[in-house]
């Protein structure tokens, strides 16, 4: 399997832009998860998403902020109106519910919104 | 809501030799995952060892191993034989019972940038 894949890696875009990032997930995992890292709030999870359905949105900044995800295979991160402070390192990751219990990671999307 | 707290933000250890990076977290659960995770430079986030908490015995993965104190709420990851590969930051994680639609996320502590030194 390629893994958690997540386009595009690098995102440079100007304040008010709309910015969409996506993610594909683990084939057959069930679970997938936006996390946003930045240096002065570390590693927080803005949502994830269960079977497809969102289940826990309460780390989602603000109405700027939205996700889907419509099929299995794929979910989007989309920010509207972009804002300088939005710039970080979005990551996604997706899990299957099983005695491992591991989340494996994408290689993340640095956002620069200047 | 679950915190972790990771105390040491920087450390560094000479290669061959062992470090200790130190973890700990609050929790009114019972049943839980602990993680750490390994960021090198590439930014890639690497699992490199888990401990399911109803399990006494420590959990061990080649040079990496955890010593795991559940009353104590502490968690933390010792290294042995340090590589010049290990440099990363490292993330201790919890997740809750991950068996109902609540407790599935990872919550993150701050991070502890390791360097080893040639």
């Known amino acids: 399997d390629a893994g958690v894949i997540q386009s595009p890696r690098h995102e440079v875009t100007e304040m008010g832009q709309e910015v969409t990032l996506r993610c594909k997930p683990i084939?057959?995992?069930?679970?997938l998860f936006w996390y946003r890292q930045t240096m002065m709030r570390g590693l927080e999870l803005l949502i994830y998403?269960?079977?497809?359905?969102?289940?826990?949105d309460s780390g989602m900044p603000e109405d700027r902020f939205s996700a889907k995800m419509p099929n299995a295979s794929f979910s989007t991160l989309k920010i509207q109106p972009s804002e300088p402070r939005d710039s970080a390192v979005y990551f996604c990751?997706?899990?299957?519910?099983?005695?491992?219990?591991?989340?494996?990671f994408g290689p993340g999307t640095r956002l620069t919104v200047l | 809501a679950q915190t972790v707290t990771q105390s040491q933000p920087e450390m560094s250890v000479q290669e061959a030799e062992t470090v200790t990076l130190s973890c700990t977290y609050d929790?009114?659960?019972?049943?839980?995952?602990l993680f750490w995770y390994k960021q090198p430079p590439s930014r890639q986030m690497i699992l490199v060892i888990r401990?399911?908490?109803?399990?006494?015995q420590n959990a061990t993965e080649n040079r990496f191993s955890v010593n795991f104190q559940k009353a104590a709420k502490s968690f933390s990851l010792k290294i042995s034989d340090s590589q010049l590969g290990d440099t990363a930051m490292y993330f201790c994680?919890?997740?809750?019972?991950?068996?109902?639609?609540?407790?599935?996320?990872?919550?993150f502590g701050g991070g502890t940038r390791l360097m080893v030194k040639p």
């Open positions: 929790t009114s659960e019972n049943n839980y995952y």
């Open positions: 084939s057959g995992h069930d679970y």
């Open positions: 998403f269960n079977n497809n359905v969102p289940i826990d």
């Open positions: 990751a997706s899990l299957r519910l099983d005695y491992m219990n591991e989340q494996f």
């Open positions: 994680a919890f997740m809750r019972n991950p068996t109902n639609n609540a407790g599935n996320m990872l919550t």
């Open positions: 401990q399911e908490a109803y399990k006494q």
